[in-house]
């Protein structure tokens, strides 16, 4: 079977830095993506790796190792407004993307 | 832009009536999707239109159908509602079918009694 795993929830200060990993099975791979939500709103994109290595955007880095089927995203300086769920999804062999639960980060004072 | 609109935000249902869940996208993306967003599970793909006129079938299709009779519209359709369709309704829409990025709608919240 095909499956995405995520920690359902994490609590980080802010300022801080913080890793969310996931690791996944699927059937093919045709890359990962990460998506913020806040609560009650739309998935919004934040990156893509298809490619082992990490992906640098701003605050944000997405890593990939196909070989372990890993992932993480990392959060750096942290700020209140990046509370929110943060989800991972891998493109399968038939272009359908699954989709982990999702992480809920928590951010603290 | 509007991007991507969905109707009606939200809207409770008796079981047993069909109700149509719109979208529309105005970026002329070629692929759209429907998804649906339960409490612990990761969004589940129901029906999905890779070009207008085409239409395939998700992970959870079972009661629930789709039409793409253009390229911005892309309604869901319950025909006979079941409680355990309430749930969080996304539509999404992306260049084409392949690995693009995906924009997402505002959602519907359906409730079904």
């Known amino acids: 079977g095909q499956n995405i795993d995520q920690p359902t929830e994490m609590t980080a200060t802010e300022g801080a830095i913080v890793q969310i990993n996931c690791t996944y099975q699927?059937?093919?791979?045709?890359?990962l993506f990460w998506y913020q939500q806040h609560a009650g709103e739309a998935p919004t994109f934040l990156s893509y790796?298809?490619l082992d290595g990490l992906e640098e955007k701003g605050r944000f880095s997405s890593f990939l190792s196909r070989s372990k089927g890993y992932s993480y995203l990392l959060l750096k300086e942290l700020q209140m407004k990046d509370s929110a769920s943060y989800l991972c999804a891998v493109m399968d062999s038939n272009y359908q993307l699954i989709w982990g639960a999702g992480t809920k980060l928590i951010i603290k004072p | 832009t509007a991007g991507i609109t969905q109707a009606p935000t939200s809207q409770i249902l008796a079981a047993g009536r069909s109700m149509t869940l719109r979208c529309t996208q105005d970026m002329r993306h070629n692929a759209m999707y429907w998804y649906r967003q339960d409490l612990g599970l990761g969004l589940r793909l129901i029906h999905y239109s890779n070009t207008a006129g085409t239409t395939g079938k998700g992970e959870v299709p079972d009661g629930y159908s789709v039409s793409r009779a253009n390229t911005d519209d892309f309604p869901l359709t319950l025909a006979s509602a079941v409680p355990s369709q309430t749930s969080v309704y996304f539509c999404?829409?992306?260049?084409?079918?392949?690995?693009?990025?995906?924009?997402f709608g505002p959602g519907t919240r359906l409730t079904v009694l």
């Open positions: 999404a829409s992306s260049e084409s079918g392949g690995s693009h990025e995906q924009f």
């Open positions: 699927t059937s093919g791979f045709n890359g």
């Open positions: 790796n298809v």
